[in-house]
Each structure stands twice: as C-alpha cells, then as structure tokens.
T-cell receptor, first 112, second 118 residues
Framework: QQPVQSPQAVILREGEDAVINCSSSKALYSVHWYRQKHGEAPVFLMILLKGGEQKGHEKISASFNEKKQQSSLYLTASQLSYSGTYFCGTVRPMDSNYQLIWGAGTKLIIKP | KAGVTQTPRYLIKTRGQQVTLSCSPISGHRSVSWYQQTPGQGLQFLFEYFSETQRNKGNFPGRFSGRQFSNSRSEMNVSTLELGDSALYLC?????????????????FGPGTRLTVL
C-alpha cells in the first residue's frame, strides 16, 4: 500500500533538472510532497488533488496523472538548496479520515 | 508564530524502560500526528489526535500510545522499549481546511526527538 518512489537517489550538478516519481497501485485522491533536509524536519511543498491542476513552487512543480495513479515532481535548474530527501504522501478515497501513506523517499544530492 | 516544538530532543533509554515524548503544536492547530522515522522504513504513521480524540491509528503495537490535552499539546508514550524502537519521532500539527479539499491538511513538522534504545 505504500507508494513507490523512484528513483531512490539521484545526484545532479547545479543547474540540471530532475524528476521524482510517486506511484500507487490503488486509486488516489491526493498526493502531498514534502522535502526534508539533513537533520531537519520535513517541510511542505505542495498538495495535488484529484482533478486539480499542475502546481508550482518556485522552480519546483508537480503533476498528478489520475489514470496512472502517479505524481511527478519536477525540479528545474536545480540549486544547491534543493538537496534533501523528497517524500510523497498519498491519500486514497476509501481510507477513513484520509490518512496519509508515505513513500520511502528520494534522496537528491546537488553538487556545485 | 512559533513552530512545532518537541521535547526532549534527544533521549537514551535501555530495553524494557518506558518513555514519554511531548509535542506542542503551532498555536491554533488542533490536529497532531506522530510519526516514526528510520533510515530503512522512512516515515511511518503512528497516530493522529484531533480535539483530544484519536482520529487515526497506524499499524504499531499497543506499546505505542498517545494522548492530547485540551490545549492541543500531545504526548506519546512507548512502554517496554525494544532495540527496534530506536528512531527519530516526529510530530506534526495541522490546521483544518488548508488543503483545499477533504484531504489531510498541510503538516507542520517539529524537529523531532531522537530516541536511542540500548
């Protein structure tokens, strides 16, 4: 039931682009993205609701493909500050009280 | 506004002992969720409290319990500690209605309590 994130880890040079995927085998209602820097608490990035539009946050945007039950997080022209572990949290319509189920995370390392 | 605070930040216990962790949410937030984070398992949901009632529960044994007070502060208790309980315990608070839909609202995480069981 845990969503699958891919890749598990990625190393980029500053300025390069990255895509992080979050897939579920079950129908989803929403997908939530958070970023956790080393030694810090996770920080909210964005929520994508079923039927909603693609959202953006600075140079980070995301999409939600309802047919594939997959969300993708796009990081363009990556900056050193983007380094961290990205988590997606998924919500299924049938879950009581819309409980978040978290992926294992994708570790992103940006090198200068 | 002050963020979510957790105490203590670090804790070392031995097997068999019990521990209580505390979480103070952002002022005005009524929901508090607890998570266990380990390198191998990622974020695992423990439970959520809203207005002093447990609203959601994850798949953890009964040794893990929690409660919420009238001021929304929450405590988590782990009894009969095991080595596998060593982890970072995060709490997150949220304010209802911020997600834009019938979905979990934005979670504001605290810095966590690092528990080491020897």
């Amino acid at each position: 039931q845990q969503p699958v994130q891919s890749p598990q880890a990625v190393i980029l040079r500053e300025g390069e682009d990255a895509v992080i995927n979050c897939s579920s085998s079950k129908a989803l209602y929403s997908v939530h993205w958070y970023r956790q820097k080393h030694g810090e608490a996770p920080v909210f990035l964005m929520i994508l609701l079923k039927g909603g539009e693609q959202k953006g946050h600075e140079k980070i945007s995301a999409s939600f493909n309802e047919k594939k039950q997959q969300s993708s997080l796009y990081l363009t022209a990556s900056q050193l500050s983007y380094s961290g572990t990205y988590f997606c949290g998924t919500v299924r319509p049938m879950d009581s009280n819309y409980q978040l189920i978290w992926g294992a995370g994708t570790k992103l390392i940006i090198k200068p | 506004k002050a963020g979510v605070t957790q105490t203590p930040r670090y804790l070392i216990k031995t097997r068999g002992q019990q521990v209580t962790l505390s979480c103070s949410p952002i002022s005005g937030h009524r929901s508090v969720s607890w998570y266990q984070q380990t390198p191998g398992q990622g974020l695992q949901f423990l439970f959520e409290y809203f207005s002093e009632t447990q609203r959601n529960k994850g798949n953890f044994p009964g040794r893990f319990s929690g409660r919420q007070f009238s001021n929304s502060r929450s405590e988590m208790n782990v009894s009969t500690l095991e080595l596998g309980d060593s982890a970072l315990y995060l709490c997150a608070s949220s304010f209802p209605g911020t997600s834009g839909g019938p979905s979990p609202d934005t979670q504001y995480f605290g810095p966590g309590t690092r528990l080491t069981v020897l």
